[in-house]
């Protein structure tokens, strides 16, 4: 089992900045990615960004790219999510996932284990 808590999230002016946290404990040894996502208010849920735990890769869903970076601290077991040029739409509960099998996929279901979400609120 692997325990994820995610922290950072807030209340922040359109154009402002967010930094995501999310610290996994428990069997850590076997993580292969992380991922964060999205549910926006009305809306299901949705792909943020995800990262090679065990690389340099990253993948972000067009609607980020460029704004958000995500990085990761393997020591620390905690990854990371830069939120930047923040928009309303942006608005969402996020949450962190982690994957135990090899790749870092975009998919909800390809992941084993999920935090309970932090609230990202911008305000025009």
């Known amino acids: 089992q692997v325990q994820l808590v995610e922290s950072g999230g807030g209340l922040v002016q359109a154009g402002g900045s967010l930094r995501l946290s999310c610290a996994a404990s428990?069997?850590?040894?076997?993580?292969?990615?992380m991922g964060w996502f999205r549910r926006p208010p009305g809306k299901d849920r949705e792909f943020v960004a995800t990262?090679?735990?065990?690389?340099?890769?990253?993948y972000y869903a067009d609607s980020v790219k460029g704004r958000f970076t995500m990085s990761r601290d393997n020591a620390k077991n905690t990854g990371y999510l830069q939120m930047s040029s923040l928009k309303t739409e942006d608005t969402a509960v996020y949450y962190c996932?982690?994957?135990?099998?090899?790749?870092?996929?975009?998919?909800?279901?390809?992941?084993?284990?999920w935090g309970q979400g932090t609230q990202v609120t911008v305000s025009s």
């Open positions: 428990g069997r850590t040894g076997n993580l292969y990615a």
């Open positions: 996932a982690v994957r135990s099998r090899f790749g870092y996929p975009i998919t909800t279901h390809a992941y084993d284990y």
């Open positions: 990262i090679d735990w065990r690389g340099d890769s990253t």
